[in-house]
Each structure stands twice: as structure tokens, then as C-alpha cells.
């Protein structure tokens, strides 16, 4: 599957921001993948930011961003949704979307077969 992220973009601190990632191409249907959403910062590993099951039944959020950070899908548009608020400086990284077909460890980067080409978020203090 090909996914492309989009909605980054430069916002100050407090804002917010939505960023989607819808996939495309023909192998499994989008409704079976576990969607998630990773950040990388300047000099910083890729980390986990949250995800959610192919039914959206269950979400995943990392402690940073839990109660300030949302994930939904809409498997009719083959989009996953990331609604970023209450944004802070320390947010500002670049935004890749991947999916995984097992959904055997969400918080995995490992686990995701499939990443879009990222999407650049800076948060302004």
C-alpha cells in the first residue's frame, strides 16, 4: 500500500494542526491495516506518536501526547486522521504515517511494512 501525508505546516505554540494520510494501490484492503503515526525531530530517533486497529476500536497514544493528540480513520475515504492540539514546540518533527497488517505491536515501528514520505509539523514558541 502507498501512502501520502499531508497537513503539516507551521503553527504556534498552542495551535493546531490535522494532519491525514490516505493510501492507495492494490493489495490489501485499507480496512485490514493498523494505521499509525511516528514523529522524527532534528538529531532525534523516530518515535511512536499513536495508532489505531483497522476497526478504530482501539487507539494508542504515547504519553507526550496522550489527552492533547487524537487518531481516527474513515476506511470509506482510506484515511487516517491525526488531530494535533494544543501544540508545543517540542512537537516539531517531521510526521510519517505507516501501516501494518498484523497489528501485533502498534507502538513497533519494526512491525510497519508500509510509510509515507513524512510531513513536516514546526510548532513556534
Known amino acids: 500500500v502507498q501512502l501520502q501525508a499531508s497537513g503539516g505546516g507551521l503553527v504556534q505554540a498552542g495551535g493546531s494542526l490535522r494532519l491525514s494520510c490516505t493510501a492507495s494501490?492494490?493489495?490489501?484492503?485499507?480496512?485490514?491495516?493498523?494505521m499509525g503515526w511516528f514523529r522524527q525531530a532534528p538529531g532525534k530517533e523516530r518515535e511512536f506518536v499513536t495508532a489505531?486497529?483497522?476497526?478504530?476500536?482501539?487507539?494508542y497514544y504515547a504519553d507526550s501526547v496522550k489527552g492533547r493528540f487524537t487518531i481516527s480513520r474513515d476506511n470509506a475515504k482510506n484515511t487516517v486522521y491525526l488531530q494535533m492540539n494544543s501544540l508545543k514546540p517540542e512537537d516539531t518533527a517531521i510526521y510519517y504515517c505507516?501501516?501494518?497488517?498484523?497489528?501485533?505491536?502498534?507502538?513497533?515501528?519494526?512491525?510497519?511494512?508500509?510509510w509515507g514520505q513524512g510531513t513536516q509539523v514546526t510548532v513556534s514558541s
Open positions: 505507516a501501516a501494518d497488517r498484523l497489528g501485533v505491536n502498534p507502538r513497533g515501528s519494526r512491525t510497519y511494512e508500509s
Open positions: 494501490g492494490r493489495t490489501f484492503p485499507f480496512s485490514s491495516y493498523t
Open positions: 489505531i486497529s483497522w476497526t478504530g476500536g482501539n487507539t
